[in-house]
């Protein structure tokens, strides 16, 4: 009984976290969206998660899994120098659970 209750939690989990296949790439030319990575969670656009497992790699809520083929990335990054320079400000948090678009009104740039 425990092991079907523990698979129905892990399946329920797995079905609802969804993720991003992101693709650094070396020249702002090149990139779908400019990306800067701030100090602090209050100054963030989106809050992304590092998700490590690319099956886990749809939607557009924050958690993201970095490819290392640009042919396998949804989106294309760039992460610039200076927050002036950048489309998107992101935060890194440490939970999924956590993740969450905090300007909504930039959420058409990660689709």
Known sequence: ???IILSVI?????????AQKVYIVDSEWNADVKVFVVDYEYQADLL???EPYDFRAKGNVGIW?????????DK??????NE??????????????????RNVSKK????
């Open 1 to 3: 009984m425990k092991k």
């Open 84 to 101: 002036y320079q950048a489309d998107l400000k992101i935060y890194f948090v440490s939970y999924s659970f956590r993740v969450k678009w």
């Open 48 to 50: 992304v998660f590092k």
């Open 65 to 73: 899994n970095f490819v290392n083929n640009e042919y396998r990335a």
């Open 10 to 18: 892990l399946l329920i989990i797995g079905v609802t976290t969804q």
């Open 76 to 81: 294309k990054i760039y992460f610039v120098d």
């Open 108 to 111: 058409h740039l990660m689709y």
